[in-house]
């Protein structure tokens, strides 16, 4: 793999998580699987996060709590903690959504709206930061 400098690999985060929010409408409107949905949201919550950190060239930690890495973004810019609800609500998505607990977690076409829209809240805040 070669390294890549900080603007590209920002934009290479960005480019993933723009994969992952088309993917979720995609599904929705297909009437997908709500917890895939769901994890695809997180999934670009998380992308556009460790995005922000290789703009800012700070060390992008190999992790998968939103809290945490938008604890990291706050550190660099206070107004991150503008996210902190939608950060919360995505969080949630990655462990229930990927592992087997029992049974699938059927999430409700309303919470999953809310999912996509909380993810796009998210990218188009940091979108706004980056100017990429």
Known sequence: MNKTTSGNLSSEWFEKGNHDIKNAVILLDNDGYTDT???????????????????????SPKMHSLPALLQLCISSDNDFS???????SLDKYYIDTRYPLGSPILYSKNETKEAIKAAETVVDFISGKTKL
């Open 82 to 88: 503008k996210l902190i609800d939608e950060i919360r």
């Open 37 to 59: 949905i769901c994890f695809l949201c997180q999934q670009a919550a998380e992308k556009y996060l460790k995005g922000y950190l290789a703009f800012m060239k700070k060390e």
